[in-house]
């Protein structure tokens, strides 16, 4: 497994409800504390091969 560095990186909330899959909003400022706390935490990260508009179209978000 190769080192990654998260800090140029962003963060997609998913939360299961009902074996659902579905994308989190919030305002901005709770968004960038948020992916702060998370990048800060994080101690693995994996490689999917998707991009985010693939996984926005998996998830069936037009935005």
């Keep these: 497994?190769?080192?990654v560095s998260v800090e140029d990186s962003s963060v997609t909330v998913?939360?299961?409800i009902d074996g659902?899959?579905?994308l989190v909003g919030m305002s901005q400022e709770r968004k960038?504390?948020?992916d702060e706390?998370?990048?800060m935490v994080a101690e693995v990260v994996y490689?999917?091969?998707r991009t985010q508009a693939e996984l926005n179209e998996f998830l069936g978000y037009k935005g």
């Design 37 to 39: 706390m998370v990048k």
């Design 14 to 16: 998913l939360i299961e």
């Design 20 to 22: 659902n899959v579905h």
């Design 1 to 3: 497994m190769s080192r």
């Design 32 to 34: 960038e504390a948020l």
């Design 47 to 49: 490689n999917t091969n």
